[in-house]
C-alpha cells in the first residue's frame, strides 16, 4: 500500500486539485448525496437519483465511441454532466452527439416513439465557451415560425463557470474552482473535497487512485510505442517491396494484407 505521507508528489497535486478538474469531479460525485446537491442547485429542483455512475462507457459499433464523466438517472430522465475547459471540449455537436448515443443506449426494439427517455446535457464549463456573459444557458429546440418549443425530450445546459456571482449558481461555481476548502460555501463540497485533501484516510485513497492511473498510463504508453514501432517496421517493408519489387503502393498494401480503415494512415507516412 502506498505510504502518502512520504509521497510529495502526489501530496502536493492533491493540494492543488478543484472540482472543475474532471478527474477530480469524477471521485467527488461518487458520492449520491453530494451529486444530487449539486444537481439541485444546477436544476433548481429536487431531485431523487435512481443510478449514476462515473467515467460511463457507452461503446458505438458503427463509429466513435464517449466515455461519460457522470451519468445520472432519476425517475424521469438521464443526465450526462461534463466539465470541459474550453469551446473544442464543449462544442454544440459534442452535445448533439452524446445525446444520439444516450437515445440509442436507453431505447429498445418496438419501444413506442414516446417511452423514449427525456435526457438533459450538463456541460460545466471554465470558460463562457457561448461567448455571451451569462451564467447559465439552457438550450431547447423550437419552432421557428412562432418560437414556441419543440418538445423532444432533450435538453442541453452550459455552466460558466467564470462567473461566481452572489446566487445559489454563483456560489457553487466558486467552489467548484476552489483549492481551499476553507474558502468553499457548500457544506456538502467542503465535507467530501476536505475528506481528500484533508484527513489521512482520503488521501490515501487519492494516492492509491492516481498510482493505478499512472501504472495504466504506463501500460497504454506501452502498448501506443508498440503499435507505434508496428507500424513504422510494417512502412518500411512497403517502401522495400514498392523499389525493389517495383509494386504499386495499392499492391503492398494488399500483399500485407492491410485492413481498408487503417490503408490511410500508411498512405500518409509513406508519401510524406
Same mark, same amino acid.
Given at each position: 500500500?502506498?505510504?502518502?505521507?512520504?509521497?510529495?508528489? @502526489?501530496?502536493?497535486?492533491?493540494?492543488?486539485?478543484?472540482?472543475? #478538474?474532471?478527474?477530480?469531479?469524477? =471521485?467527488?460525485?461518487?458520492?449520491?448525496?453530494?451529486?444530487?446537491?449539486?444537481?439541485?442547485?444546477?436544476?433548481?429542483?429536487? =431531485?431523487?437519483?435512481?443510478?449514476?455512475?462515473?467515467? +460511463?462507457?457507452?461503446?458505438?459499433?458503427?463509429?466513435?465511441?464517449?466515455?461519460?464523466?457522470?451519468?445520472?438517472?432519476?425517475? #424521469? %430522465? +438521464?443526465?450526462?454532466?461534463?466539465?470541459?475547459? #474550453?469551446?473544442?471540449?464543449? %462544442?454544440?455537436?459534442?452535445?448533439?452527439?452524446?445525446?444520439?448515443? =444516450?437515445?440509442?443506449?436507453?431505447?429498445?426494439?418496438?419501444?413506442?416513439?414516446?417511452?423514449?427517455?427525456?435526457?438533459?446535457?450538463?456541460?460545466?464549463?471554465?470558460?463562457?465557451?457561448?461567448?455571451?456573459?451569462?451564467?447559465?444557458?439552457h438550450v431547447h429546440r423550437t419552432i421557428e415560425?412562432?418560437?414556441?418549443?419543440? #418538445? $423532444?425530450?432533450?435538453?442541453?445546459?452550459?455552466?460558466?463557470?467564470?462567473?461566481? $456571482?452572489?446566487?445559489?449558481?454563483?456560489?457553487?461555481?466558486?467552489?467548484?474552482?476552489?483549492?481551499?476548502?476553507?474558502?468553499?460555501? @457548500?457544506?456538502?463540497?467542503?465535507?467530501?473535497?476536505? +475528506?481528500?485533501?484533508?484527513t489521512e484516510g482520503g488521501r490515501r485513497e487519492m494516492c492509491e487512485i492516481?498510482?493505478?492511473? *499512472?501504472?495504466?498510463?504506463?501500460?497504454?504508453?506501452?502498448?501506443?510505442?508498440?503499435?507505434?514501432?508496428?507500424? *513504422?517496421?510494417?512502412? *518500411?517493408?512497403?517502401?522495400?517491396?514498392?523499389? *525493389?519489387?517495383? +509494386?504499386?503502393?495499392?499492391?503492398?498494401?494488399?500483399?500485407?494484407? =492491410?485492413?481498408?480503415?487503417?490503408?490511410?494512415?500508411?498512405?500518409?507516412?509513406?508519401?510524406?
Amino acid at each position: 500500500m502506498l505510504v502518502c505521507e512520504r509521497n510529495t508528489e @502526489y501530496l502536493d497535486a492533491i493540494s492543488r486539485l478543484r472540482v472543475i #478538474d474532471d478527474d477530480f469531479m469524477r =471521485i467527488v460525485f461518487k458520492d449520491k448525496e453530494c451529486l444530487a446537491q449539486f444537481l439541485e442547485i444546477i436544476l433548481e429542483r429536487s =431531485i431523487e437519483i435512481i443510478e449514476w455512475h462515473v467515467q +460511463y462507457d457507452i461503446n458505438n459499433i458503427l463509429g466513435r465511441s464517449i466515455s461519460i464523466d457522470v451519468f445520472v438517472k432519476d425517475e #424521469d %430522465h +438521464y443526465i450526462n454532466i461534463e466539465v470541459q475547459r #474550453d469551446y473544442t471540449g464543449a %462544442h454544440p455537436r459534442r452535445a448533439r452527439f452524446h445525446g444520439s448515443l =444516450i437515445d440509442a443506449s436507453t431505447s429498445f426494439p418496438k419501444e413506442e416513439w414516446k417511452e423514449l427517455p427525456n435526457i438533459i446535457i450538463i456541460f460545466i464549463t471554465e470558460e463562457d465557451v457561448l461567448g455571451y456573459g451569462l451564467p447559465i444557458y439552457h438550450v431547447h429546440r423550437t419552432i421557428e415560425e412562432n418560437n414556441q418549443i419543440f #418538445d $423532444e425530450g432533450s435538453e442541453i445546459i452550459y455552466v460558466n463557470a467564470s462567473i461566481q $456571482e452572489e446566487s445559489a449558481l454563483g456560489r457553487l461555481m466558486h467552489d467548484f474552482q476552489c483549492r481551499e476548502t476553507r474558502e468553499m460555501h @457548500y457544506e456538502f463540497l467542503r465535507k467530501r473535497v476536505g +475528506y481528500f485533501k484533508e484527513t489521512e484516510g482520503g488521501r490515501r485513497e487519492m494516492c492509491e487512485i492516481w498510482e493505478e492511473i *499512472k501504472q495504466k498510463g504506463i501500460i497504454e504508453g506501452e502498448a501506443r510505442g508498440e503499435a507505434r514501432g508496428e507500424m *513504422k517496421g510494417m512502412v *518500411k517493408s512497403i517502401q522495400k517491396l514498392m523499389i *525493389k519489387k517495383d +509494386y504499386t503502393l495499392e499492391e503492398a498494401l494488399n500483399f500485407f494484407d =492491410i485492413p481498408e480503415e487503417e490503408r490511410p494512415i500508411y498512405i500518409q507516412r509513406i508519401i510524406s
